[in-house]
């Protein structure tokens, strides 16, 4: 059997919801990322559309199996599109909030109340960092570009900022290989030895499209000088332990008074 | 292409891409009954196949913008993506089967709803990938895909090896992809 059929073996036990053995799915992953990002995702999602489309065929000749939605299924579905559709919309205007105490000055207590409005209603929860312009213009602000030696990741470009003081960062990239967040989904690693002793979880994200993003660090716990950051592709919604390789690293010089 | 909107020509899902914001509630209106009936195959009448809904269009939502028109239907994206969430759940969940049947929740067979029919009619285009399969194929097939059996209910059932079943599955998926690939001329 060649590799790309044992490929399509793999993707089709996946596909078909067989529940893979520990030694084939490892067998999968390495094929896999053996192939150029794009090809990989193409060749699952192919298998994947051949098992939806054979479903929805078998669907199709079976009258008895259309069915109508619940009514109360469809009522909170449309309750959860219209407050997703909701919540989306004060993220797009939120550079305009984010301005408004600059247009203050006409009547401070106006200004006030706006200002308390902003701080306590419309900003953004506490788990979302602050806004990028606040990363960027940190006094400590650190940037790394990102680096590889993995294939179909040396093309990658970019950088990693981080403030130590405001516990923010910023992770860029051009060229990110997309992702299929189905699946997987890339991870952040923050390494700082002195403070704990296996890297930190920075959060998951994904690239899609032409994968030129910025996504802001969200750190799972408070680091004190972080020496490196490293990106893996993980399970969808990330893991506490990564085994996989490191696909992006980026990583300073010893600090003053540091050991590495 | 089926999940063209009309008077637009764009999908709902490259609308949900976008932002705008009634293109979420259209994705529910148009493939709302599809998805379900999907579900029920899985669930049966179980609280899982609301929950299972639920997951999928939230899917949907968040991943519209990986949609590309010049790559498939949007109907199938819609099916693919639900079908996924659906399987992921599956294997944490136990298979109902020969329930009851949940308060509101129809059998539909006679619904003129224009959404249905067009969904079906995409989904008759597909059946002749079916016909790449032999009769025994087919019946593997059905009994895993579409009603949702484990490969070891399919071997007892069918009184056949689990290997044998496994191997046939497998092989008429990559037929099925074959033949998906040729209609779409990337062969």
């Known amino acids: 059997m060649t590799t790309a059929d044992r490929i399509l073996e793999l993707l089709a036990a996946e596909a078909a919801g067989e529940r893979l053995e520990d030694a084939e799915y490892g067998e999968l992953r390495e094929l896999l990322a053996a192939m150029p990002a794009g090809e990989r995702i193409r060749e699952r999602d192919l298998?994947?559309?051949?098992?939806?489309?054979?479903q929805a065929a078998f669907?199709?000749?079976?009258?008895?199996a259309?069915?109508?939605?619940?009514?109360?299924?469809?009522e909170r579905l449309m309750r959860m599109a219209r407050a997703r559709a909701l919540d989306s919309a004060p993220r797009d205007s939120a550079p305009r909030r984010a301005n408004w105490p600059a247009r203050w000055g006409w009547a401070a207590a106006t200004a006030m109340v706006l200002a308390w409005i902003v701080t306590t209603v419309l900003l953004p929860r506490p788990q979302v960092v602050p806004p990028t312009v606040s990363v960027q213009a940190a006094p400590d602000l650190v940037s790394l570009p990102w680096r590889s030696e993995v294939s179909g990741y040396e093309q990658v470009r970019g950088e990693m900022t981080w403030s130590d003081a405001l516990q923010a960062g910023e992770m860029r990239f051009a060229g990110l290989p997309p992702n299929d967040p189905e699946l997987q989904q890339y991870q952040l690693w923050i390494v700082d030895p002195d403070r704990h002793e296996h890297p930190v979880d920075g959060g998951v994200f994904d690239a899609l499209a032409d994968g030129d993003i910025v996504i802001p660090v969200n750190a799972k716990l408070n680091v004190d000088q972080p020496v490196a950051f490293a990106v893996t592709l993980e399970q969808r919604g990330g893991v506490v332990v990564s085994q996989g390789p490191l696909l992006l690293v980026a990583a300073e010089g010893p600090r003053p008074g540091q050991a590495l | 292409m089926a999940g063209a909107t009309p008077g637009t020509g764009r999908a709902i899902l490259e609308r949900i891409a976008d932002g705008d914001p009634g293109a979420m509630t259209d994705l529910v209106d148009k493939y709302g009954d599809l998805v379900w009936s999907l579900a029920r195959r899985y669930f049966g009448a179980s609280p899982v196949a609301q929950d299972s809904v639920q997951e999928?269009?939230?899917?949907?939502?968040?991943?519209?913008a990986r949609f590309r028109p010049d790559r498939g239907s949007e109907l199938t994206f819609v099916l693919t993506v639900a079908r996924r969430r659906m399987v992921d759940q599956v294997r944490h969940e136990a298979r109902f089967s020969d329930s009851v049947p949940l308060a509101g929740d129809e059998v539909d067979s006679n619904s003129s709803d224009q959404a249905r029919l067009d969904a079906q009619l995409e989904m008759m285009r597909v059946q002749p990938l079916l016909r790449e399969l032999s009769g025994n194929e087919r019946k593997i097939l059905s009994l895993s895909l579409y009603e949702g059996y484990s490969h070891s209910e399919i071997a007892k059932r069918l009184n056949m090896p689990l290997g044998t079943v496994k191997t046939r599955i497998r092989r008429s998926l990559i037929r099925l992809r074959a033949a998906l690939k040729v209609e779409r001329g990337e062969a």
């Open chain 1, 66 to 74: 259309w069915r109508t939605m619940p009514d109360g299924l469809r």
């Open chain 1, 47 to 54: 298998m994947h559309e051949a098992a939806a489309l054979g």
């Open chain 2, 56 to 64: 999928a269009f939230l899917s949907l939502w968040s991943s519209a």
């Open chain 1, 59 to 64: 669907l199709a000749e079976d009258r008895e």
